[in-house]
C-alpha cells in the first residue's frame, strides 16, 4: 500500500511543471515498518514527444535576443511559488505527518 502527497508548480516561462512528490510505503504490516521518499520530476509542456511548439520556441528566441540568457533546463518560480513550495517540503518532511500517514495505512490493513 502506498501514500502519495503531490503538489505542483509551473514555471515562469510557462514551458515546464515541477512535480513534487512524497510516497509512503509500508513495508512490514507486522513490525509496522514503512519508508518515506520525495521525487522530483519536471514536466514539459507542449507536444507529446517533449518537442517545443513553434510559439514555446519564438518565446525562447524572443527571451535570449531581450536579455541573452537562455532558460533551458531551468525552472523559473516567483517569490510566492518559492515559499509555498517550501512550507509543502517542510510539510511532506514532518516526521509527525509522516508518521500519522503511515500509521492510517497500518490501521486501515488491519480493519480488512
Same mark, same amino acid.
Given at each position: 500500500m502506498q501514500y502519495h502527497d503531490k503538489a505542483y508548480y509551473e514555471c515562469q516561462c510557462h514551458a515546464e511543471?515541477?512535480? /513534487? %512528490?512524497?510516497s509512503i510505503d509500508i513495508i512490514n504490516y507486522e513490525d509496522k515498518a514503512? @519508508?518515506?521518499s520525495i521525487y522530483f520530476a519536471m514536466l $514539459? !509542456? =507542449? #507536444? =507529446? @514527444? !517533449?518537442r517545443s #511548439?513553434? *510559439?514555446e520556441?519564438?518565446? !525562447?528566441?524572443?527571451? /535570449?535576443?531581450k536579455t541573452g540568457k537562455? $532558460?533551458?533546463d531551468e525552472i523559473i518560480l516567483s517569490v510566492e511559488d518559492a515559499r509555498e513550495m517550501g512550507k509543502d517540503l517542510l510539510k511532506m518532511c514532518d516526521e509527525t %505527518? /509522516? *508518521? #500519522? %500517514?503511515?500509521e492510517k495505512m497500518l490501521n486501515l490493513r488491519k480493519e480488512k
Open positions: 511543471v515541477l512535480s /513534487i %512528490e512524497r514503512w @519508508d518515506a $514539459y !509542456h =507542449g #507536444t =507529446g @514527444d !517533449h #511548439t513553434l *510559439k520556441r519564438l518565446r !525562447h528566441c524572443w527571451r /535570449i535576443l537562455n $532558460y533551458c %505527518e /509522516i *508518521k #500519522t %500517514e503511515a
